[in-house]
Antibody
Framework: EVQLLEAGGGLVQPGGSLRLSCAAS????????MSWVRQAPGKGLEWVSS????????YYADSVRGRFTISRDNSKNTLSLQMSGLRAEDTAIYYC?????????????WGQGTLVTVSS | EIVMTQSPVTLSVSPGETATLSCRAS??????LAWYQQRPGQPPRLLIY???TRATGLPARFSGSGSGTEFTLTISSLQSEDFAVYYC?????????FGQGTKLEI
């Protein structure tokens, strides 16, 4: 059974940093691209970033490029999102999602999400 | 960026009826179109990929159609658990983009 468990959310001040992690299990992690998708309170889904299984490339939404860094540790089956220069508009539930295979691709499994609140 | 536009924003239907949700892309996404369902307090769940292929275990009363720029999700014999928000997503080009969602309500 595929499981994705996010952690690391919380309250952070504007301009601050936060690191999210996603522990994956139930599949061969390094064979699949992974993504982060966020959802602001009461709003729709916004793709944030993706990384292929080999991690040679990374992809970002314009809204986070230069502030967020996606990475993965295939030896630990872990996906991460380092967020810096946080803004109020980054407040959202952040979901870790498994790509079907590559990137871009559809997302066949999602975690429960972790809430990031940017506020003073 | 490919803009995905869903209609209607809200769709009111009754249990047992059929719901038809639309998704339009600002340029062709071929068949690289997925549909997701999100119930309150839950993460999204994949329903359809490749515009018309049902995800594993999805009942046959869910069906997807279309290609290019026009897509439809049809849900027949609506059940109480189907009342949720539905999103389409294109995965042809970066950035992969979602529609704004259609809320299916009673």
């Amino acid at each position: 059974e595929v499981q994705l468990l996010e952690a690391g959310g919380g309250l952070v001040q504007p301009g601050g940093s936060l690191r999210l992690s996603c522990a994956a299990s139930g599949f061969t992690f390094n064979n699949y691209a992974m993504s982060w998708v966020r959802q602001a309170p009461g709003k729709g889904l916004e793709w944030v970033s993706s990384i292929p299984g080999h991690a040679r490339y990374t992809y970002y939404a314009d809204s986070v490029r230069g502030r967020f860094t996606i990475s993965r540790d295939n030896s630990k089956n872990t996906l991460s999102l380092q967020m810096s220069g946080l803004r109020a508009e980054d407040t959202a539930i952040y979901y870790c999602a498994k790509n079907r295979i590559s990137a871009p691709d559809y997302l066949d499994y999602w975690g429960q999400g972790t809430l990031v609140t940017v506020s003073s | 960026e490919i803009v995905m536009t869903q209609s209607p924003v809200t769709l009111s239907v009754s249990p047992g009826e059929t719901a038809t949700l639309s998704c339009r892309a600002s340029q062709s996404v071929y068949s690289n179109l997925a549909w997701y369902q999100q119930r309150p307090g839950q993460p999204p769940r994949l329903l359809i990929y490749g515009a018309s292929t049902r995800a594993t275990g999805l009942p046959a009363r869910f069906s997807g159609s279309g290609s290019g720029t026009e897509f439809t999700l049809t849900i027949s014999s609506l059940q109480s658990e189907d009342f949720a928000v539905y999103y389409c997503q294109q995965y042809t080009n970066w950035p992969q983009t979602f529609g704004q969602g259609t809320k299916l309500e009673i």
